[in-house]
């Protein structure tokens, strides 16, 4: 308890201002704002927050001028771009990161473009190659974090970008995490699958053969393909990934290719696609069933077993 009376007086006696005109003024005014402002709705709030932010702004950069902080530019920086791209949407609050570090240069150069009375001046010869440094260096580490962002917005949106390899890439490396990441694109083999079970499910062995039987073979295979495209999970890569169905030389009318096909960014030059060969067969007949009966259970068995294990997938870093 004594240690807090201690650290509340050092607070206390740090913050009391001297003059009316001074930091601590700002800061505390600061806190008024904030309090009025929780205290008032809608809009009022909002115009009341707003002076408490610039309030704030003007006392810790004040605080950092007087006290000779080598950060403070960067830290009224970040104040001031908190202030303007806090609560907006849009993932405007990037833009606010990409912009700190220039602005920040800019307000730690602005003292040498202004005397003692506050006009403007060329700056002294001696600091303008500092200003060009510190501005230039600022202006790339702004680049990288827009192209940090950028590459995460493509992950995020086109996630088989990670199942590629990167090493002909001169600005992003892999990390080795023990779980591979697969093309997305497997997914989608998954849901035609799962959608041709479930239109085959309880139709008779000999349906089947109908069903499968051209001309209206491929219509009822791209109706198949068109469901397990709506129940993808939305992303913009869907739109990307081309599907194309087909029948595998040599083989019977119940044998079908499912070929998904990369479109998307990828850093070869061959195509890159995942290939899913499908077996329909008749549900298997029990061991004591007589062969006498055999051809006849053959019409009616259901087609229980649709056989999709044959995955090959090309292009990608394997």
Request: glycine content about 4%; proline content about 6%.
């Amino acid at each position: 308890m004594k240690n807090l009376t201690n650290i509340w007086l050092i607070i206390e006696k740090r913050m009391r201002p001297p003059c009316a005109y001074c930091w601590q003024t700002m800061i505390l005014l600061s806190l008024f704002s904030a309090f009025m402002s929780w205290l008032a709705t809608n809009a009022v709030s909002q115009f009341i927050s707003s002076w408490g932010w610039i309030f704030l702004i003007i006392g810790v950069s004040w605080i950092a001028k007087e006290n000779s902080w080598s950060f403070g530019p960067w830290l009224t920086g970040g104040l001031i771009c908190l202030f303007i791209f806090w609560d907006l949407t849009d993932n405007l609050e990037e833009v606010g990161w990409v912009i700190w570090p220039t602005l920040s240069a800019i307000l730690a150069s602005s003292a040498a473009f202004f005397d003692q009375k506050f006009n403007f001046r060329p700056p002294p010869g001696a600091d303008r190659q500092k200003i060009v440094i510190l501005i230039g260096s600022q202006l790339i580490i702004s680049c990288w974090l827009q192209f940090f962002f950028l590459t995460q917005g493509w992950v995020e949106n086109y996630p088989t970008i990670l199942a590629d390899s990167f090493q002909k890439s001169a600005f992003v490396t892999r990390v080795n995490f023990p779980v591979k990441t697969l093309p997305r694109g497997l997914i989608i083999l998954d849901l035609i699958e799962d959608e041709l079970n479930k239109r085959l499910q309880n139709k008779s062995w000999t349906e089947v053969q109908e069903w499968l039987r051209e001309p209206g073979k491929k219509e009822q295979l791209d109706a198949v393909i068109e469901e397990a495209r709506k129940n993808l999970p939305p992303s913009p890569e869907n739109e990307l990934w081309q599907i194309e169905q087909k029948q595998p030389p040599f083989q019977s009318e119940e044998s079908v290719v499912f070929r998904i096909v990369w479109e998307g960014p990828r850093s070869g030059s061959e195509r890159y696609y995942i290939e899913r060969t499908c077996e329909l067969s008749p549900d298997p007949l029990n061991s004591d069933i007589t062969e006498e009966i055999t051809e006849e259970l053959t019409e009616t068995r259901e087609a229980k077993y649709v056989n999709c294990d044959q995955t090959i997938i090309k292009g990608w870093d394997s």
